[in-house]
């Protein structure tokens, strides 16, 4: 059971948007900064946006995060057949006093 | 840029240990801290511990808390991750990643993985 709660999986067609939502607590959440990654199929995680809705270099712009209270969103436009992978929401847990994650999303496009 | 590199994986019985590496290279010294992750087989991420690149402050997972030690050595440039009675609930990927906040910015760099098969 994961401490943040995403939907399990996702779909729509080439060249659409999807949401895919990350539900908190105050602890988490509600007082720090979120992080999305995208982990394609054998590899490593990838950072994708961080502190709530910051790219790093070399993320496109199709890729968008947001945050209010409680939950957080990750948006991405111009759905690829590229962008087919599990994409995790994690954040820092005061109460926990470590990292904690999603339980991942799988999008198929 | 940062690479990583993980080390020191493998198969092993309950209850014994084992010691991962994750050697860094590059602009490791922009990085504020080195985290552990990892992944059990068709599962997803789970956080483990993490270390201040100086060494001087660690957290760790409750599920781990006890048995497993984070440590730096930056002269090597080196985080290891020293695992103690290790049980199957600890088999997985074991991913290193670097951040340059304790609690923000996201793991903006990871290494390959190493898998540790904790089984009898």
């Known amino acids: 059971q994961s401490v943040l709660t995403q939907p399990p999986s996702v779909s729509a067609a080439p060249g659409q948007r999807v949401t895919i939502s990350c539900s908190g607590s105050?602890?988490?959440?509600?007082?720090?900064?979120v992080a999305w990654y995208q982990q394609l199929p054998g590899t490593a995680p990838k950072l994708l946006i961080y502190d709530n809705d910051k790219r790093p270099s070399g993320i496109p712009d199709r890729f968008s995060g947001s945050k209010s209270g409680t939950s957080a969103t990750l948006g991405i436009t111009g759905l690829q057949t590229g962008d087919e992978a599990d994409y995790y929401c994690g954040t820092w847990d005061s109460s926990l006093s470590g990292w904690v994650f999603g339980g991942g999303t799988k999008l198929t496009v | 840029q940062v690479q990583l590199v993980e080390s020191g994986g493998g198969v092993v019985q309950p209850g014994t240990s084992l010691r991962l590496s994750c050697v860094a290279s590059g602009s490791i010294f922009s990085r504020y801290a080195v985290h552990w992750v990892r992944q059990a087989p068709g599962k997803g991420l789970q956080w483990v511990a993490l270390?201040?690149?100086?060494?001087?402050?660690?957290y760790y997972a409750d599920s781990v808390k006890g048995r497993f030690t984070v440590s730096s050595d930056t002269s090597n440039k080196t985080v290891a991750l020293q695992m103690h009675s290790l049980r199957p609930e600890d088999t997985g990927v074991y991913y290193c990643?670097?951040?340059?906040?304790?609690?923000?910015?996201?793991?903006?760099?990871w290494g390959q993985g190493t898998l540790v098969t904790v089984s009898s």
């Open positions: 270390v201040s690149y100086d060494g001087f402050n660690k």
């Open positions: 105050s602890s988490n959440i509600g007082n720090n900064y």
């Open positions: 990643a670097s951040s340059r906040g304790a609690t923000t910015y996201g793991f903006d760099y």
